[in-house]
């Protein structure tokens, strides 16, 4: 379980494939704070650690990354010098600065535009059709591991939608927020919350 609140920003250092993908990735964090076994979300995708250690280029833990893994996320993101936004997992008594974040991708979209408003950014974001319905303004969506609040929706004829959020200078210091550019593709997660009260409706409509 995570916040959706970024931790480190760490690298893709090395890829190398195995069966699944084994990727070291570069990362501010101690190793011996790092259990063997632990979850780390990696730009929205919570993996396990396999292995860590220093060396002279620095810190770094390996995961594998399965097909299921590579085919659910954004196309490039496992790429060799690829930056990540990493969170570890979240513990019992830590504050929530976020909203519940799983580390599961629901869909892949793809930014649209990138405008400037006062010192923030506006960041516009097409959503597949599948988690179209799961987005609402003033609601909580998870972009590349980030949480981060809707500011408002438009559905789109195709069935898709696109929704905008609001990127203040911190947020774009302290992730790859800071690499946003129209067409660039996401990671997304739908809030927790949003899933629940799907399931229940289909429920009352079955009645």
Not at 47 to 60: I, K, Q
Request: proline content about 2%; charged content about 15%; overall charge negative.
């Amino acid at each position: 379980m995570f916040t959706g609140i970024i931790s480190d920003i760490g690298t893709i250092r090395a890829a190398e494939q195995r069966g699944d993908l084994r990727l070291v990735i570069g990362t501010a964090d101690d190793p011996a704070t790092i259990a063997i076994g632990a979850s780390i979300a990696c730009s929205g995708a919570c993996l396990t650690v396999v292995e860590t250690g220093t060396d002279a280029a620095g810190n770094w833990f390996a995961i594998d990354a399965s097909a299921e893994t590579q085919d659910c996320t954004a196309p490039g993101m496992w790429a060799v010098g690829r930056r990540l936004n990493l969170e570890r997992a979240l513990r019992v008594g830590d504050e929530l600065g976020g909203h519940i974040v799983t580390g599961h991708v629901d869909g892949i979209g793809h930014m649209v535009s990138v405008t400037t408003s006062g010192d923030s950014w506006v960041v516009t974001i097409a959503a597949p059709a599948a988690i179209a319905p799961y987005l609402a303004a003033k609601g909580s969506v998870t972009v590349d591991g980030v949480s981060l609040t809707v500011n408002s929706v438009a559905d789109q004829n195709d069935g898709s939608a696109h929704f905008t959020l609001n990127i203040i200078p911190h947020s774009r210091a302290v992730t790859t927020l800071q690499e946003a550019a129209a067409g660039r593709a996401v990671n997304l997660e739908i809030d927790i919350l949003a899933r629940y009260l799907e399931r229940m409706q289909a429920r009352i409509n079955l009645r």
